[in-house]
């Protein structure tokens, strides 16, 4: 007999069909019937929630991850990544690390592999949060964020690759791995072509095997058809002990693409919105002056400062218009303008960048091996003209720091002086009051604000983001095999003359579309690599008809003085049976490709009982829920092996194609019959006692051991209106 754990009424209307249990932790995500997930503890308290705005969209899956660190949603268009924002003090490490690499005293160092994994990024300063800008979905705002993004690889994790496998309607695959390395979408016609209209509805894996099965059903006539798919992923195996660190770094490169794109947009953003008033306040007197007196601001400004004679235009405008209140806007918005582009620059581009070199020159050492260049499909001088890119990147940025600086020093001077004229031009007294005053100015930066940065700052030469027509840019020159960084370094030190070809070179967003273009072509040729190494196996056929529920295990057993992968294919009763069939397919792995080996299969019979669901608990006992009109149990039945109990459970080999008409026979098939009251009584594991408001509806299985008598947890979803939900 099962003892509950918990027992909690939940008040949104929970949809029984989307349930899934934290394989780490005591915590349950659900999906409610207006399409939002939750996330509760045992006790019944809210962890998070996660709302659909868009009511279009429809909840069709929920799996964590298999650490528990996040859910995947998917909603058969698309698929979202939700990172699980605990309040308790859980570290990365705790999640992660599961299986750790152990290394006994005696064991021989692989040179080669611990050097590929020493962790150089850990020594490196963290990143700076930065400021969400009311951009959506902003992952850099918070140092939590950041440092779940760039967590180093951790020992347990340098020997495993987390791929994502998310099955569309469409009856198309996509694999990534690590949430964002794209292998790319495989369609089921590969496997075979009368799979038109086919889809996926059930995924299994081992983690020790490369080959992974999928539960296929295939529209024929008015009846479904169901197969077994295998997915060798040979990529496993070819990439090797590498795969895991090539992943890794190519994911954490492509955020720190994402996190240096936003640092440019904010550097921008913050330099334009320091321009827009004083342009206002310049833009007011340009008019005055040209209309009067026959010059613009700077002439005026120029004149005023060497001369001291001002404008009557000028005084009007100093005095009623700008003011001390004006004065004091335009120094604190170009001030914040330029603090912000040194800050982020400093703090944010600079560090991004060098990290960005360092994962980059990770990737280039992997290159470099010829073994690994052809399995995981590296180009040295792809990663040589990253690397020439990342250069120019960073003289650029040190000579916005540089620019900024002398920039701002220039602006307070002019500060300094409109301030004081601001006085001068508003009191009656005479100029000769004011001449110490007049000591404290700079007056040659002040010139040479007035006469430079007043009226176009260098940093626009910088963060000019006009976008240009689609034709080949003069700049693109590692093509060609001339350095594009040793152009710009030239530019810089001929920026007193003019140069024709120094124009010509690209501004920050357009040398950043540059990157762009050559990191995705980095990625696009691994992931063309990786595709090649996926294939679909042969199908199997199973049988005609939906099940009501199903489950899918995949274990690694000793067959025939062999280890192979068998697959346990648990299907409930199809409409007008009462039985609940299983499958026992060997796979045969080769080189990393798959084959059928044996086919079996078993019957439980279920007359007289409603079959609500079935799962596997563990690697040797299945739960199956039924309920009749007086009362609801739990059966607990071994499917590889029995021992004293008063029905036997066996598998017969069968031919593939006439498994399911054997099966519907029950020829040379052992079978299991609940409907026998002694039967029932020995596979009894949790008997719900008539007068109970509720019924079985969904059990979710999380797989975890535990020290208590049942072993595993599981949790179920109970049918009086759906809200009620027990562990």
Known sequence: MADPLAEKLVQPAVNPRHLA????MDLIALATIDEHIHVYRLNGQKVFGIANKQTANKVKQIKWKPNGWGINLTDGNQVSLELNKLKDEVTLDDMISQNPRVKSMDAVPDLPLDLALLDVEASLPKLSPLSSGGIENDIFSSRASLDTLFQPLTIGSTDSADILVVGFEDGTVHLSIYDF???????????SRGFQDSRPILHCSHPYSTTHSMLVSTPVGDQEELHIVPLDLRL????????SLLASKSTQLHNLLRYIHQAQRQMYNDFKASQDLPSRFIANIEESLQEQAGCNWMQAAYHLVVTGNCHP?????LVDQLGERGHKRWEKATTTGYESVQRLAHENLLPALERFTVLVSRLRGLSRFQLSNANLGLS???????LDTINCLQLMTHQILITSGSELRRFLAFSAWLRQEIDIQASDASVAEFAEKDINVDHASTLEYIQGAMMQSQLTSFFNLEVRGEEKPPWDLAAEGRSLFELYKRRFQNASRED???SQLPTLDALMKYLDTQCNAIFNGIAETQRRSVR????VYLQKGAPSCMDMRMLREHVEEKEEFVLYV???PVVHQREVRIYRIVLEIKNGMSSTKIMQGAVIKTAGWEVKDVKFVDDDELVLAVSAKSSSRLFRIPYREIANASGKLAYATNNERSVGQRMDGNHDHSSIDLSSPDVASAYTWQDFRGGVSWAPERMEVNGRKDSSPGGEKFRETKADGGDEVMS
């Open 313 to 317: 235009e000028v005084k009007e405008w």
């Open 570 to 572: 648990v299907l409930g």
């Open 536 to 539: 679909f196996g042969a199908p």
């Open 236 to 243: 496993l195996s070819n990439a090797g002990r590498y795969l």
């Open 21 to 24: 249990y934290c394989p780490t």
């Open 500 to 502: 024709s070809s120094a």
């Open 181 to 191: 390395f794209e292998i790319g979408i495989f369609n089921l016609l590969q496997a």
């Open 380 to 386: 040295t001088q792809e990663f040589d003209n990253v």
